[in-house]
């Protein structure tokens, strides 16, 4: 059930990659000699630093790992489903639900008005209503549901309901939502300086638009929940959600009970990717709903095609900029406007909109600068959180802009990407004000441009160019700087509960959800090196909403910075007990005791840890404690503009080579190199495994991933075979991923590490790039190509044609 994308490192050891295994091992070497921190005695215990495999990795490739829709059906089980709106806009004149009712195995059937508690979930503003409420803003809104004996039969009863509308205008494009000023949020802006007068002043001007399309989350496990009743009046709820907190909220409200009476439990997703940190929800809601009115357990899972179109995606964005640079191609002042496509709520857009504008910058200084973001309301799906969130999409206009320089100042991309980075003294204010400290951008850059032969590789494809009319390749290495925190402030926060049982076996709980990224493997790590155990003998268990209560969502990158914190700050306090307990007991002061090879030193004895943890229970010592974390340092102030919303950036940077076919359009990626900076590496392995799943999502994302809307707002590719994300054929048969060595983070994280999720996704925009850079050789790089994304074939060959035409004028 685990997303194509990432099996790759899933399980490092069944990895015949030779080339990648060399990676880990030096990596992990890398991260050893450089820390003091990794005792050096614990090799085999799995701790800090090594390349422990993913808790699940043998599970995921035999079968046995446990999704919701695997657990046993309970007596007297249900499945849900859902009617759906069948119209972009308008009111509900009248729904006759009579044949659903009267459908073979079905035993309830719910509109809005049989919900007890709210309504709404919108998860920060409302606009979500659970079940239609007189009125439909998209195609596949949901507007009743049903609870029958079996999915088939619940599916067939739901397309029996005769529901008249009243249709009204609906808002299909950004365009359209703009000339409106239709918005789910009002519009914001960020400023520095005089962007205005100094693009006035500049030598050059040049001003440009780019497409950026949306992008399916194309989890391998679709949304599903399971409700069960409970004697209380309460439910328990086994939900695939990134916020399992956030469910419990929203079931508990639907329901009209207290918080306490719902308990969520989430063991795993077969992958989220963003797309089920509040879409988990409504599913789960329904469940809950329809659960409570049959007093019987509920499952509601969603075929794929219904999660196509029933779910929201990463946003589209139109985005535009006009700026003002020097010969040089250094920038001297700029505006940028980013318009989200929001669908029509404002679910999570408000924040993802917020970081597009936050990364408009990407790793570059943008001296004076205005970054204007809107959000757009359409009468499509709502968008939600993507791998990125809003950070890519807003990426994509800066990059295009240092193409469009270079070609107007006839210079390699790279040259103008350079002058433009972040200083390290001096030019090192964003446009929010947060001063870029600690950066070693300009080195990462030259470092890879070394080793991935970037300059003699350009000298090769200008000649390959210019012997090829057909056939042409291109290159390009791109930057990313991705600001690593929650820009909401009280989200960054987590708790962690841990317990040693008399065996000297360790249980782990913590507030973040495992959705193949290797969470809960590298969180174990944390605890196993902190008693200096195997990891082995650390059990993780599903998050619980009753084990560690008002969890952020697992998302923005940071579910081992802050869980990791709060496992460690609950081991420390059971090892301060226990080190005070071994001091009493043996009369030695606490340097005397040492937890080492699964053992502990107290004087001259020696004990097994298992034996020492018997001890310390016979002396009534409490072996279980919970732990929390909260990131210090950061805040940010909406009104100003103002403030240091990222504890830290995490940087990385990708050559791309690429090979187009002029007549077609048709194109393959070569080779991609990545040098990706994570600290001090928790597990090579699991960070090399993120960073490749992450870039060749990014590049299925710029490529290939085309979402099709009809004129009338529905959906057209919502299948796998109209919708086309990258097979294993489209990795790069020579796809060479580094981790920068010997660099733990300046910020006090856990063991001086990075986030590693979301960052290399960005990575992508090389492929992009490169492609542009193939296409403009067609034009002896004096044009700078137009290539919205995703740069499909089509897309690819129009952009060769409109170049052609364009050379020849
Ligand atoms: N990796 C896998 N295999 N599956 C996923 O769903 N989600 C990504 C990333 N890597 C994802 C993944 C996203 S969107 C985020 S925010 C992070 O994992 C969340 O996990 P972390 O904070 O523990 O890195
Ligand atoms: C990055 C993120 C998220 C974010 C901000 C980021 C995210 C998320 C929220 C959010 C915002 C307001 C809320 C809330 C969540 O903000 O994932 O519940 O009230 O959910 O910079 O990934
Ligand atoms: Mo990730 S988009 O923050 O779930």
Excluded at 226 to 254: I, R
Excluded at 492 to 516: F, K, R, S
């Amino acid at each position: 059930m685990r997303s194509l994308i990432d099996t790759k490192h899933a399980d490092n050891t069944l990895s015949k990659d030779n080339a990648a295994e060399d990676c880990v091992n030096k990596a992990s070497n890398n991260v050893n000699d450089a820390s003091s921190v990794v005792a050096a005695n614990n090799i085999g215990l799995g701790g800090v630093g090594r390349s422990k495999k993913h808790e699940s990795a043998d599970k995921h490739v035999s079968g046995e790992a446990l999704y919701i829709d695997d657990r046993p059906n309970l007596q007297g089980q249900l499945h849900a489903a859902v009617g759906q709106s069948s119209i972009a806009h308008g009111l509900i004149k009248s729904i006759d639900l009579s044949a659903v009712r009267a459908a073979e195995g079905v035993f309830a059937v719910i509109t809005v008005d049989d919900v007890p508690g709210h309504t709404d979930i919108g998860p920060v503003f409302p606009g979500d209503p659970v079940l239609a409420i007189g009125k439909v803003e998209y195609v596949g809104q949901p507007i009743f549901a049903v609870a029958a004996t079996s999915h088939d039969l619940a599916r067939r009863a739901v397309k029996l309901a005769n529901i008249e509308y009243e249709e009204l205008p609906a808002v299909l494009t950004v365009k359209d939502a703009l000339a409106k000023q239709s918005f789910v949020r009002p519009p914001f802006s960020m400023t520095r300086g005089d962007s205005a007068s100094a693009i006035l002043q500049a030598e050059h001007q040049l001003s440009g638009e780019i497409s950026v399309g949306g992008q399916e989350h194309f989890y391998l496990e679709g949304q599903i929940s399971t409700a069960e009743p409970n004697e209380d009046g309460g439910m328990t709820v086994f939900s695939s959600s990134q916020h399992p907190s956030e469910v419990q909220k929203l079931v508990a409200e639907v329901l009209g009970i207290p918080l306490n009476k719902v308990v969520v439990d989430t063991r795993r997703m077969g992958g989220g990717f963003g797309g089920k940190e509040t879409q988990a929800a409504p599913w789960a809601c329904i469940a809950a709903l329809l659960s409570n009115e049959t007093k019987r357990p509920v499952k509601f899972k969603l075929s794929r095609s219904d999660d196509m179109c029933m779910t929201g995606k990463r946003h589209p964005f139109e985005n535009n900029y006009h700026v003002g640079f020097d010969s040089n191609g250094q920038i001297k002042g700029i505006n940028i406007e980013v318009n989200g496509n929001c669908g029509y709520s404002p679910d999570l857009s408000d924040a993802i909109v917020d970081r597009a504008m936050f990364h408009s910058d990407n790793a570059y200084f943008l001296d004076q600068a205005t970054v204007t973001g809107n959000r757009c309301k359409l009468n499509t799906v709502s968008h939600t959180a993507y791998r990125g969130f809003g950070g890519p999409q807003g990426m994509m206009t800066i990059e295009m802009v240092m193409d469009d320089i270079a070609r107007h100042l006839g210079k390699d991309p790279l040259e103008i990407r350079k002058i433009n980075l972040y200083g390290k003294d001096e030019r090192n204010e964003t446009h929010y004000h947060q001063i870029v400290e600690h950066n070693k951008m300009a080195e990462l850059i030259t470092s890879l441009e070394q080793s991935s032969d970037y300059q003699a590789r350009r000298a090769s494809i200008t000649q390959f160019n210019s012997e090829n009319s057909i056939l042409k390749k291109g290159i390009a290495l791109t930057p990313v700087k991705f600001g690593i925190s929650f820009t909401v402030q009280h989200l960054n926060q987590a708790g962690a509960l841990v317990h040693i049982y008399t065996d000297g076996t360790i249980h782990l709980n913590h507030g973040g959800t495992e959705m193949g990224q290797g969470l809960y493997t590298k969180v174990a790590q944390i605890v196993a090196e902190e008693f200096q155990v195997n990891v082995d003998t650390v059990g993780v268990s599903a998050t619980r909403t009753d084990k560690v209560p008002n969890t952020s969502p697992t998302a923005a990158s940071s579910g081992t910075d802050l869980n990791g914190k709060a496992a460690q700050a609950a081991a420390k306090i059971i090892k301060t007990r226990l080190i005070a307990f071994a001091c009493e007991k043996y009369a030695v002061n606490n340097t005397e005791v040492t937890f080492k090879d699964s053992q502990v030193l107290i004087g001259t004895e020696t004990f097994s840890f298992a034996e020492f943890v018997q001890q310390a229970y016979m002396g009534r010592v409490s072996l279980s404690s919970t732990g929390f974390y909260k990131t210090p340092k950061i805040y940010f102030d909406r009104a100003s503009g103002k403030g240091r919303p990222f504890f830290y950036y995490s940087t990385g940077a990708a050559v791309s080579e690429v090979l187009i076919d002029t007549l077609t359009g048709e194109y393959k990626v070569l080779r991609a190199d990545i040098l990706h900076d994570v600290g001090h590496s928790l597990n090579p392995a699991i960070d090399i495994g993120q960073i490749e799943g992450a870039f060749i999502q990014g590049m299925g994302w710029l490529t290939t991933e085309e979402l099709v809307w009809n004129e009338q707002g529905r959906l057209l590719s919502n299948n796998p075979a109209t919708y086309k994300i990258p097979a294993i054929s489209d990795t790069p048969a020579d796809f060479r991923v580094t981790l920068v060595p010997d660099d733990p983070n300046r910020e006090q994280t856990i063991y001086n590490s990075k986030a590693v999720g979301e960052p290399p996704f960005m990575l992508g925009i090389s492929v992009w790039s490169a492609l542009k850079d193939a296409i403009s050789s067609v034009s002896d790089h004096k044009l700078s190509p137009k290539l919205d994304t995703p740069a499909t074939p089509e897309r690819v060959l129009w952009a060769v044609e409109a170049i052609k035409q364009q050379a020849q004028a």
